[in-house]
């Protein structure tokens, strides 16, 4: 395989978003751990399979999403490796469904639960895949694959008995974590969108983008604050890496640079949680180092 064909599978699995997909998970497991360290089972091979798993699964909704949107590829962006010729549409999904099925069997590994949710995620993803160009809802779909990661992770800790016994406390975390993390990627695409519409934009359709991306705050942050004044330090962070963001936005219009410095940014995201419930410190390093890695990885492969 040449280097040229490497990067070409690298930038089509967007590989360098595999940080951000580690971040999620690792919140979900500090949630889990948290919940569950003293009734369930805390297994170090475990979690690295379920890292692997998630890192199957977002690899391969990616290619699938390539090898799905070809046609359009060939009228919009011929450049891109498979309208250009340097990858099969055939390898291409091969890929796809060899590391869907992967992560599928890693997460079975661990347990039936890790299982359950992966097999919701690849549900997202075929949907997401098969929608997203014909209908504005399938985002629900892109968001919900993101957002099982977290429960994915969590879960992984205990059985299928204890999963059913489980109480609705235990739940109310990830509806929040669904919309904060949901309302900030629905934030990266109405922002590019609007940045790149050809109409004229009114001030409110460039000011609900922001709201969106704002989502974490209101979802993670606001709740914390009321018990954990502390939580003002990854807010803060979060909040001068985004209006860096927009603000250079705002004077470039570069959407591409836009769109990959925030999706960079996920574990920023994560962090305004793992600051509060992290059990260590060296987790206070490790997230905003995923986010800077994630960064790093595309000026190897882009990220979209």
Request: glycine share 8%; hydrophobic share 55%.
């Amino acid at each position: 395989m040449t280097r040229q064909k490497v990067i070409d599978l690298l930038a089509m699995s967007r590989f360098a978003n595999l940080p951000t997909v580690w971040s999620n998970g690792l919140l979900g497991a500090l949630l889990g751990y948290a919940t569950f360290h003293e009734n369930g089972h805390t297994c170090p091979i475990c979690l690295t399979l379920i890292g692997l798993s998630l890192s199957c699964l977002y690899l391969g909704g990616c290619l699938l999403n390539d090898w799905h949107d070809v046609a359009f590829d060939q009228k919009t962006r011929p450049d891109r490796p498979i309208p250009a010729g340097r990858w099969s549409r055939q390898s291409t999904l091969i890929f796809a469904l060899g590391l869907m099925g992967a992560g599928l069997i890693l997460s079975a590994l661990v347990s039936p639960v890790s299982a359950l949710f992966a097999a919701g995620i690849i549900i997202c993803i075929l949907a997401y895949t098969k929608w997203h160009k014909v209908h504005p809802a399938s985002f629900f779909f892109m968001a919900g694959a993101r957002a099982l990661i977290y429960p994915l992770a969590a879960f992984s800790f205990i059985s299928w008995e204890q999963f059913l016994k489980l109480g609705p406390q235990t739940w109310a975390i990830f509806p929040l974590l669904a919309l904060g993390l949901g309302g900030y990627i629905l934030g990266i695409s109405l922002t590019a969108r609007a940045e790149t519409s050809k109409d004229p934009v009114g001030d409110v359709a460039k000011t609900f983008p922001i709201l969106c991306l704002c989502a974490p705050i209101i979802f993670f942050s606001g709740p914390q604050l009321l018990f954990y004044p502390a939580a003002i330090i990854p807010l803060a962070l979060f909040i001068i890496v985004l209006a860096t963001i927009v603000r250079k936005l705002r004077s470039t219009h570069d959407v591409g640079a836009f769109v990959s410095r925030t999706l960079a940014s996920i574990p920023l995201v994560d962090f305004l949680f793992v600051f509060i419930i992290a059990p260590h410190f060296i987790f206070w390093i490790i997230v905003p180092l995923l986010a800077l890695a994630a960064l790093g990885l595309q000026k190897i492969a882009p990220a979209t």
